[in-house]
């Protein structure tokens, strides 16, 4: 069985079902099914109107009608006055269902969150997982926000220190590939893909939600794309959900790009989007026999780059521990099944937009013009993951991803 939650956890959502902490705010039943396959772990969320302004509410509460078992969640405000409640069901066989009851808490359950998020700092946002440093989200310093370092669930980072840090051993090369990041080499012409006097720029402008919870953290931040002279070309809202597993590393990174002022187009350049550098331990070279860059099709190593796949990932031992990195790319996200900007060097990129390069497209299909007023959104699921891409069943982790349970409110 695999285990989301470690046994501690268990009852640490935010307080217990009562009549008394329930009374005069909504209540609902949530039905959970799986029709089309089974799953072992797998975050839920629904969406409810938030609790009328003058009902004082300060958590949720999940519990497993069957059982009697309160479940771990995580309430986060959303705009337009509703709320999200995420929690996670494990080992729901096909053609199960199960049933909780959730309910709007006047206060939350005193107690420490397991996905911790600190308060903006010296230019980034620390993220931990339980006791450990699971990342940092920097938003200045740099020509664009980006997460460094990211501990992989062996307690070693997997991506690479260059340029924030010089390690002797590491590669230094392609500078502008700072850890985990978003952005693209040409957006009206402006190379923001690159780091340079000439190139673009996205400036965070604040954020909108930080929270810490004991089923997942979700940080949300506001970024203005602007030319080398300022002039501002687009704006973008993306949002980091990191969820609390302890035998692996899971979050999801969703951004929507917003043509705010004026048209926006994305060129037809394979120097895109959403990056990740590995560590250079886990450089498919001669000198790494165990390193492989895997994807859904089946393709392997340099057969990756350009390809189009629901998932491609990236494996190999650090520390003689085997670890891996798989980006799954959600069926929603813009033009899936995205094509892949991976590298035997080290770089591991989603790229929806370089059909020339990657098939020998000419024809410009791979542009793609939002109008004024219009957005775009591109979704990804990291998984950082112990073992090889088939000891960790990544495929099965994507179907999760991909064809969530059904879920109905009453």
């Known amino acids: 069985m695999f285990c989301c939650l470690p046994a501690s956890f268990a009852l640490s959502g935010f307080g217990c079902l009562t009549a008394t902490s329930a009374q005069a705010l909504p209540e609902y039943t949530v ?83 397991s996905v911790a998020l600190s308060e903006p700092a010296a230019g980034a946002v620390e993220i931990k997982v339980g006791d450990a440093l699971f990342t940092r ?69 604040g954020f909108q939600t930080l929270q810490s919870g004991t089923v997942c953290g979700v940080l949300r931040a506001q970024d203005d794309w602007l030319s080398a002279e300022g002039q501002k070309v687009c704006e973008d809202v993306r949002e980091l959900r990191v969820y609390n597993l302890p035998e692996v590393r899971l979050f999801d990174f969703t951004v929507t790009v917003k043509a705010t002022d004026g048209p926006v187009e994305f060129g037809d350049t394979k120097e895109g989007t959403f990056g990740i550098r590995v560590a250079s331990v886990m450089d498919v070279t001669p000198a790494h026999p165990d390193a492989h860059i895997t994807n859904s099709e089946g393709q392997r190593d340099a057969d990756t780059w350009g390809k189009a796949a629901d998932w491609c990932d990236y494996s190999a031992p650090i520390d003689g521990k085997m670890v891996g990195i798989s980006i799954l790319d959600h ?15 080290g770089l591991f990129a989603a790229n929806p937009f370089g059909l020339r390069y990657f098939i020998n497209d000419q024809t410009g299909k791979g542009r793609y013009t939002l109008q004024p007023g219009g957005e775009v959104t ?33």
């Open 31 to 113: 039905k959970v099914s799986a029709p089309n396959r089974s799953y072992r772990c797998v975050p839920v969320s629904v969406v409810l109107p938030a609790p009328k302004p003058g009902d004082a509410w300060g958590g949720a509460t999940v519990g497993d009608l069957q059982t009697k078992q309160p479940v771990a969640c995580t309430p986060v405000a959303l705009p337009e006055d509703r709320v999200e409640v995420t929690w996670l069901v494990q080992d729901l066989a096909q053609g199960a269902s199960r049933s909780y009851r959730l309910a709007f808490v006047k206060e939350a359950a005193v107690g420490g969150s």
């Open 137 to 205: 989200y920097c938003f200045e310093g740099a020509p664009k926000p980006y997460c460094y370092p990211i501990i992989g669930p062996t307690g070693v980072p997997v991506t690479r220190s260059y340029p924030m840090e010089q390690v002797a051993s590491e590669d230094q090369d392609h500078p502008h590939q700072r850890s985990l990041w978003f952005t693209h080499g040409e957006v009206n012409g402006i190379d923001f893909w690159a780091e340079g006097p000439k190139t673009g720029r996205e400036v965070h402008k």
């Open 331 to 345: 069926p929603a996200s813009f033009r899936h099944p995205t094509y892949w900007h991976v590298r035997t060097y």
């Open 378 to 410: 591109f979704r990804y699921r990291v998984l950082i993951h112990p073992g090889n891409v088939e000891e960790a069943k990544v495929a099965d982790w994507y179907a999760e991803y991909a064809d969530p349970p059904t879920i109905k409110v009453q």
